[in-house]
C-alpha cells in the first residue's frame, strides 16, 4: 500500500519567517495530495490540496508544490503567524483506492 | 451549517463494557471512515464505508465494529475494549471520496479504557 513520511515532526518558526514541511510517497500513481490543519482540540481540516496533474498551487499564504519525480510534494507558508501554530499533516490517495494515507504530522510552532 | 457530528467527546469506560461512538453528518455524503490517532503514529484508518450497507476494514479494524444502516450515520462500535484502544477518534465524510474534494472531519472523541 501507500507510505507517505513527513518532516520535520517538529517545527519551530519566528513571526513572520517562512515554513517549509516535506512529505514523500511511494506509490507513483498516487494522483491528489491534501494538507490538513489540526489545531488542539479540533478536528484536521483541509487547508489546500494539489492534483498530480499541477505543479503547484497557491492559497494566499499557503503554497503546495508537487514533484512527480522524485515523488515529494511540499507545503509552504510565508509570513508567518501565531495562528498558524498547529498540527499539519499531508496525505496522499493511492491509485484505485478512496483512502487517504496520511504522514506522521508536523507540530508547527510560530514564536511571537 | 455543514458539519460531522461526534458523540461523546470525551468518555472513559473499563475494560470490557461494550460502548458506541456515534457519527452524524449533515452534507449527504456517500463516504465515511473512522480514524484513531495516537502520538508518534498519526491517523490510522480503522472502518470506512462506501455507502449504506458497504462498509471495509481499514489499516487497524482489530477490535471494532460499524454499521451503515443511514447515508448519515456511521457509528463505531468497540464490544470488548481493551487499554489500547485508549485513543483520540475522528470521524470523517467526503462526497464522491476524498479523491474529489477532501475529508470533513468531526471534532474528535477521546477514549480512555481502563
Redesign the interface.
Known sequence: GENVE?HPSTLSVQEGDSAVIKCTYSDSAS??F?W?KQEL??????II?IRSNVGEKKDQRIAVTLNKTAKHFSLHITETQPEDSAVY?CAA?PAGS???T????TKLSVIP | EAQVTQNPRYLITVTGKKLTVTCSQNMNHEYMSWYRQDPGLGLRQIYYSMNVEVTDKGDVPEGYKVSRKEKRNFPLILESPSPNQTSLYFCASSLLGARSYGYTFGSGTRLTVV
Open positions: 513527513q494522483n491528489y491534501p490538513y482540540g479540533k478536528g484536521p481540516q483541509l490540496d499533516f490517495i478512496y483512502q487517504l496520511f504522514g506522521k504530522g
